[in-house]
Nanobody, 125 residues
Framework: QVQLVESGGGSVQAGGSLRLSCAAS????????MGWFRQAPGKAREGVAA???????VYADSVKGRFAISKDNAKNTLYLQMNSLKPEDTALYYC???????????????????WGQGTQVTVSS
């Protein structure tokens, strides 16, 4: 059973940076696919970034060039570096893991079985 705990959220002004972390309860095997998602009040959960077993990263158009996803298997941790933050990035951010061997769902919400509890990011103008 994979348990995920996010941290690193907070309140920043527009243009600022934050780094989110997602600690996994067990070793993040190279076969895992992991992603970051976010949900703003009144909106559906959406994909932000995902990284597959080959280390290929994909990003939502809205965050390309500003956010970077990475993982450190030795530390059982997934990261999301967020730069040049905008007020529209304000949301509850979740990490998710996909461990089934049927291909990476990337940023498809329904493709992930394991989710963290979320960490709040608030960006003020």
């Amino acid at each position: 059973q994979v348990q995920l705990v996010e941290s690193g959220g907070g309140s920043v002004q527009a243009g600022g940076s934050l780094r989110l972390s997602c600690a996994a309860s067990e070793y993040i095997y190279s076969s895992y696919c992991m992603g970051w998602f976010r949900q703003a009040p009144g909106k559906a959960r959406e994909g932000v970034a995902a990284i597959d077993s080959d280390g290929r990263a994909v990003y939502a158009d809205s965050v390309k060039g500003r956010f970077a996803i990475s993982k450190d298997n030795a530390k059982n941790t997934l990261y999301l570096q967020m730069n040049s933050l905008k007020p529209e990035d304000t949301a509850l951010y979740y990490c998710a893991a996909h461990i089934e061997g049927n291909g990476c769902p990337y940023m498809v919400v329904a493709g992930y079985r394991y989710w963290g509890q979320g960490t709040q990011v608030t960006v003020s103008s």
